[in-house]
């Protein structure tokens, strides 16, 4: 027979799912907060002027800048990267956003020579600021599935950087009143 008082089971039920509900909520922010490390940037805020647009980024404890951003209307990761000539997509991304191989070239990269396949970006979007018909590498042997953010895009954009913050701003052309 039991010696336990009825309101001693359901107490204790109620301290286990208690327990659960917080290891699981502490598992969430956790999670939540290792994934805005990686990518402080993860929905790029952006301001409009007169004739610009502006997105500010925020570096990450390695000083890299991160983004959230779109490849031919598809979710990707940016690592911006100003030594890189070319927009640089790992194989396994450029297969996920179904781009095209085009003419192999020769790619000198920090790990010795490789091949990579040139390809074209319909469009490029970080916040508020899209770029259309972009020249991009399709890099066999890039691994990881964050996309390098090279001039080929960049050079499209005015950028500053200051107090760990990079500012990007996409001139417009001036509209004349009609």
């Known amino acids: 027979m039991s010696t336990q008082r009825p309101g001693q089971r359901i107490g204790r039920v109620m301290l286990v799912l208690a327990w659960g509900?917080?290891?699981?909520?502490?598992?969430?922010?956790?999670?939540?907060?290792?994934?805005?490390?990686?990518?402080?940037?993860?929905?790029?805020?952006?301001?409009?002027?007169?004739n610009y647009v502006e997105v500010?980024?925020?570096?990450?404890g390695r000083g890299h800048f991160i983004a959230s951003g779109q490849i031919n209307e598809q979710p990707v990761s940016f690592l911006l990267?100003?030594?890189?000539?070319?927009?640089?997509?790992?194989?396994s991304v450029a297969e996920r956003l179904g781009l095209e191989r085009g003419e192999a070239?020769?790619?000198?990269?920090?790990?010795?020579?490789?091949?990579?396949?040139?390809?074209?970006?319909?469009?490029?979007?970080?916040?508020?600021?899209?770029?259309?018909?972009?020249r991009a590498l399709v890099a066999p042997g890039f691994d990881?599935?964050?996309?390098?953010?090279?001039?080929?895009?960049?050079?499209?954009?005015?950028?500053?950087?200051?107090?760990?913050?990079?500012v990007?701003?996409?001139y417009t052309p001036n509209r004349t009143q009609e």
């Open 168 to 170: 990007l701003r996409r």
């Open 81 to 91: 990267d100003t030594g890189a000539t070319d927009v640089a997509i790992p194989q």
């Open 144 to 166: 990881g599935e964050r996309v390098l953010l090279g001039m080929s895009a960049l050079r499209q954009l005015e950028f500053t950087q200051r107090d760990g913050t990079l």
């Open 105 to 134: 070239v020769g790619l000198m990269t920090a790990n010795g020579r490789s091949e990579g396949y040139r390809t074209r970006l319909r469009s490029l979007r970080i916040g508020d600021i899209v770029l259309q018909d972009v």
């Open 21 to 50: 509900a917080g290891l699981l909520l502490a598992t969430r922010f956790f999670g939540e907060w290792q994934a805005s490390r990686e990518n402080p940037n993860q929905a790029p805020q952006s301001r409009h002027a007169e």
């Open 56 to 60: 500010q980024l925020a570096g990450d």
